[in-house]
């Protein structure tokens, strides 16, 4: 059964003609030789820079060119495994928030070697496939890619799928370089749907000086990416890097096929599932983790109730799941002909597999609330000041206040409550007059997310519920916030 061309990530050591161990992607002796050359009349570049979401890790995986499948498996376990495999895992990809994923690619011109062929002391091996595979393996790098890659993360804590959904249309497509619609878009939706925000981001090639100096912050993210962009564009050759690398058999330049073809060929198979599985479990742990992490997020009521226990205890059955799969992969790679899928190779080492599961029930989402409780004031457009001490339960609201107004004012009676960004306070005066004071949520000094200010207006009524006089008002020494 021959073996196939594969993409993999660059590392290194790896060059032109240098030999590969399929299964762990290691790099071996020099045993091609040939000149490298690109597809004539076709010296230019290429660049994608699209903004897409993502929700596995599996999908971050595949933006950062180490898919399993693409990989055929090869250097996805053990000490190989690259930065990018890093960057996917920190990036703690859930189905509870939403991530979308910044993705920017520079491709110069494409270089392989044209005709393959054995080195001189390759050769002399090829009548002892065994010396010859332990020596140079049995892939060859014959192409690579150069130029860079760029990576950002974007994630945004909303509770509702909802709204998640209605963000990444809004957000996701291909931009134009420096295209200031993409960097507005971000912040917009931040500040519109009141969520926290993180940003990181990875770069192959390109400036080295490239930073985020504030995590919260999306539209650095886009700068960032932009100023890649155009590093690449001034000068391309000083920026570009090698970052993926063609492997193909070295049975194409004439070399002995493998002693164990075909347990090679199964092993991957194996290597492939173990990867899938690894990223699927991924996905479970980071959703457990980031449901304890934010308890506050989430309803723990029931019958019978859900407990951080019981999703700690998940997330332990899961971690021994991966320690199961990462002893399947090196099996498989060391004794190939002895290579098991992970549920047979738990079933042989008599250890139960999966291991982990989901919770049944799992904590539902609490709806956001606007928090305005407190002491604060109201500051109204006429110089007044209101001193308040507002008490809230769920989304009712209810004050004692006072003001000095040709003399002390007392509230008497008040009620109110919060709808979404909406606020609305009534306030029966000592003086016998009515206030209405009603806001909105505004970010005011604050940058985007969950925390701001009240900006409104104050009705005066009559008896009859008649306006009689109106102000402009903002909140001050509050920090209002959505929980």
């Given at each position: 059964m021959a073996f196939t061309t594969i993409e993999v990530a660059y590392r290194d050591d790896y060059n032109f003609g240098v030999g590969a161990d399929m299964a762990t992607g290691s790099p071996m002796g020099f045993v091609v030789d040939g000149t490298e050359v690109g597809v004539e009349h076709a010296g230019g570049a290429s660049v994608i820079f699209e903004v897409r979401r993502i929700t596995t890790t599996a999908e971050l995986e595949q933006a950062l060119g180490i898919d399993a499948k693409a990989s055929f498996g090869s250097g996805l376990f053990g000490a190989g495994m690259s930065a990018r495999f890093s960057y996917a895992t920190s990036s703690s990809v859930q189905r509870e928030s939403l991530f979308m994923a910044v993705t920017s690619r520079v491709s110069l011109q494409h270089l392989s070697i044209k005709a393959p062929k054995l080195t001189p002391k390759a050769a002399e091996m090829v009548d002892n496939p065994t010396v010859f595979a332990e020596r140079y393996g049995n892939m060859f790098v014959r192409g690579m890619d150069r130029g860079g890659l760029f990576i950002g993360v974007f994630r945004l804590d909303v509770r509702s799928e909802q709204d998640r959904t209605a963000i990444a249309a809004k957000l996701q497509g291909s931009y134009g370089l420096f295209s200031a619609s993409a960097a507005t878009a971000f912040d917009e939706v931040r500040s519109t749907y009141h969520a926290d925000a993180l940003v990181s981001m990875y770069h192959e090639g390109g400036p080295m000086d490239l930073a985020i100096t504030d995590l919260t912050k999306p539209s650095q993210l886009l700068d960032n990416?932009?100023?890649?962009?155009?590093?690449?564009?001034?000068?391309?050759?000083?920026?570009?890097?090698?970052?993926?690398?063609?492997?193909?058999?070295?049975?194409?330049?004439?070399?002995?096929?493998?002693?164990?073809?075909?347990?090679?060929?199964?092993?991957?198979?194996?290597?492939?599932?173990?990867?899938?599985?690894?990223?699927?479990?991924?996905?479970?742990?980071?959703?457990?983790?980031?449901?304890?992490?934010?308890?506050?997020?989430?309803?723990?009521?029931?019958?019978?109730?859900?407990?951080?226990?019981?999703?700690?205890?998940a997330i332990n059955g899961f971690e021994q799941d991966l320690d199961l799969i990462s002893m399947c992969a090196s099996e498989s790679i060391n004794h190939p002909s002895q290579a098991l899928t992970p549920a047979s190779f738990a079933q042989q080492q008599g250890k139960p597999y999966p291991a982990g599961a989901i919770p049944s029930p799992m904590p539902t989402p609490r709806a956001l609330t606007l928090q305005v409780g407190g002491q604060w004031e109201i500051v109204e457009s006429n110089g007044s000041h209101i001193k308040l001490v507002v008490s809230q339960d769920g989304?009712?609201?209810?004050?004692?206040?006072?003001?000095?107004?040709?003399?002390?004012?007392?509230?008497?009676?008040?009620?109110?409550?919060?709808?979404?960004?909406?606020?609305?306070?009534r306030i029966e005066w000592s003086n016998g007059a009515i206030g209405e004071y009603s806001a909105k949520f505004t970010q005011g000094g604050f940058p985007p997310g969950s925390q701001g200010i009240l900006q409104g207006t104050r009705t005066v009524v009559g008896a009859q519920g008649d306006p009689q006089g109106t102000a402009g008002w903002e909140s001050a020494g509050l920090v209002a916030e959505f929980k």
């Open positions: 990416a932009n100023k890649w962009l155009q590093a690449f564009k001034n000068n391309p050759d000083e920026n570009a890097v090698p970052y993926t690398v063609t492997l193909a058999p070295i049975s194409i330049a004439e070399a002995p096929m493998p002693p164990n073809a075909a347990d090679l060929q199964k092993a991957q198979d194996v290597l492939v599932i173990c990867a899938e599985e690894r990223s699927r479990i991924f996905d479970k742990i980071n959703l457990l983790k980031y449901v304890v992490d934010h308890e506050d997020y989430y309803d723990w009521t029931g019958n019978p109730a859900p407990t951080t226990s019981s999703l700690n205890s989304d009712k609201l209810s004050a004692q206040a006072s003001v000095f107004i040709f003399g002390p004012n007392q509230s008497i009676k008040s009620s109110g409550h919060v709808s979404g960004d909406k606020f609305f306070l």
